[in-house]
C-alpha cells in the first residue's frame, strides 16, 4: 500500500520526527536523536520501513546509528528491527530485561539491557529507561526520558488518531482521552495509575508520542496530569462496578 504520509520534523536541535501513515486514520512516529552517538527510538512497521530508512539516512547525513530502542515488543515498535539491523550491522538494541527475552531468539547479538532508571549515554543526552510493566500494554513495557532536555518518549501513551502537526502547543486531553478509551489499548487499574502517576510528576518539556502529535511548552505537564487523574477515576468507577461471587 502507498503511504499517504511520509515527513521528517527537526523538534529540536538533534531530535528529528519521522512520521509515516498508510491512510489518513492513523500515523506512526518514530525518533531520532543525532548527537555524539546517535538513537532512533522506534523501528515503525516493516509495511512502511523503506520510507522511514529514507528518512532517517537524510537525517543522519552520512553518521552510522548508534542504538535503536522502544517500548515494548510489537510491530510498530520494533516490528522493522531486522531491517534496520541489515541496514546498520553495527547499531545496539537497548532495551529493558523483559523485552530482551522476547527478542532473544530475534537477534544475531544480544540486546543492551538496562535496569530501571539507569541511563544511555549519548553524549549531550541522556536517556533514561522507566520500567512500565503492562503499560501502555504488554510485559517488557519501558519508557525513555530524556533527563537534559526533559523529553518524554511516551509510546502509545498521549496518542491521538488521524493526521496532525508534527507538534502542539496546547493539552489535548479530552481528544486522547475519547481516542484511548475508544481503541481500549491501555488499562485501567492500580499498577497502571501508579504509572501514570509517575509521569505526571516528571518534568516534561516534550511529550514525543508514538501517534499523533508531540506536545510541547507548558502543556506537557498539564497534559499528563488530566490524563492521570482521568484515567484514576475510570479505573475506580470500573472497580465499585465489580462485585464479589
Same mark, same amino acid.
Given at each position: 500500500?502507498?503511504?499517504?504520509?511520509?515527513?521528517?520534523?527537526?523538534?529540536? =536541535?538533534?531530535?528529528?520526527? #519521522?512520521?509515516?501513515? %498508510? /491512510?489518513?486514520?492513523?500515523?506512526?512516529?518514530?525518533?531520532?536523536?543525532?548527537?555524539?552517538?546517535?538513537?532512533?527510538?522506534? /523501528?515503525?512497521?516493516?509495511?512502511?520501513?523503506?520510507? /522511514?530508512?529514507?528518512?532517517?539516512?537524510?537525517?543522519?547525513?552520512?553518521?552510522?546509528?548508534?542504538?535503536?530502542?522502544?517500548?515494548?515488543? %510489537?510491530?510498530?515498535?520494533?516490528?522493522?528491527?531486522?531491517?534496520?539491523?541489515?541496514?546498520?550491522?553495527?547499531?545496539?538494541?537497548?532495551?529493558?530485561?523483559?523485552?530482551?527475552?522476547?527478542?532473544?531468539?530475534?537477534?544475531?547479538?544480544?540486546?543492551?539491557?538496562?535496569?530501571?532508571? =539507569?541511563?544511555?549515554?549519548?553524549? *549531550?543526552?541522556?536517556?533514561?529507561?522507566?520500567?512500565?510493566?503492562?503499560?501502555?500494554?504488554?510485559?517488557?513495557?519501558?519508557?525513555?526520558?530524556? /533527563?537534559?532536555?526533559?523529553?518524554?518518549?511516551?509510546?502509545?501513551?498521549? +496518542?491521538?488518531?488521524? #493526521?496532525?502537526?508534527?507538534?502542539? %502547543? %496546547?493539552?489535548?486531553?479530552?481528544?486522547?482521552?475519547?481516542?484511548?478509551?475508544?481503541?481500549?489499548?491501555? *488499562?485501567?487499574?492500580?499498577?497502571?495509575?501508579?504509572?501514570?502517576?509517575?509521569?505526571?510528576?516528571?518534568?516534561? +518539556?516534550?511529550?514525543?508520542?508514538?501517534?499523533?502529535?508531540?506536545?510541547?511548552?507548558? *502543556?506537557?505537564?498539564?497534559?499528563?496530569? +488530566?490524563?492521570?487523574?482521568?484515567?484514576?477515576?475510570?479505573?475506580?468507577?470500573?472497580?465499585?462496578?465489580?462485585?464479589?461471587?
Amino acid at each position: 500500500m502507498a503511504l499517504c504520509l511520509e515527513r521528517s520534523t527537526q523538534l529540536r =536541535q538533534d531530535l528529528w520526527q #519521522i512520521t509515516t501513515a %498508510e /491512510t489518513s486514520h492513523f500515523a506512526f512516529n518514530c525518533y531520532v536523536i543525532a548527537a555524539q552517538k546517535t538513537a532512533l527510538i522506534h /523501528t515503525g512497521k516493516p509495511s512502511q520501513f523503506s520510507a /522511514t530508512l529514507s528518512l532517517l539516512k537524510e537525517i543522519l547525513a552520512g553518521k552510522t546509528l548508534d542504538y535503536v530502542l522502544f517500548s515494548h515488543v %510489537e510491530a510498530d515498535e520494533c516490528g522493522a528491527l531486522a531491517a534496520l539491523l541489515q541496514a546498520y550491522p553495527q547499531c545496539q538494541v537497548v532495551c529493558n530485561k523483559v523485552a530482551a527475552i522476547s527478542l532473544k531468539e530475534m537477534l544475531h547479538q544480544p540486546p543492551l539491557i538496562l535496569d530501571d532508571q =539507569q541511563t544511555l549515554n549519548l553524549g *549531550a543526552y541522556q536517556l533514561r529507561l522507566i520500567n512500565t510493566p503492562h503499560f501502555p500494554h504488554n510485559w517488557d513495557g519501558h519508557l525513555w526520558y530524556e /533527563t537534559q532536555q526533559q523529553w518524554l518518549f511516551s509510546s502509545d501513551y498521549c +496518542s491521538l488518531g488521524g #493526521i496532525h502537526p508534527a507538534v502542539v %502547543e %496546547e493539552p489535548l486531553a479530552d481528544e486522547m482521552l475519547t481516542f484511548m478509551q475508544q481503541g481500549g489499548f491501555i *488499562a485501567h487499574g492500580g499498577s497502571v495509575s501508579k504509572v501514570t502517576q509517575q509521569l505526571a510528576q516528571l518534568p516534561v +518539556s516534550l511529550i514525543a508520542t508514538m501517534h499523533g502529535p508531540a506536545t510541547q511548552g507548558g *502543556a506537557c505537564n498539564q497534559l499528563l496530569r +488530566s490524563l492521570h487523574n482521568a484515567w484514576l477515576d475510570r479505573g475506580q468507577a470500573e472497580l465499585k462496578a465489580i462485585t464479589y461471587l
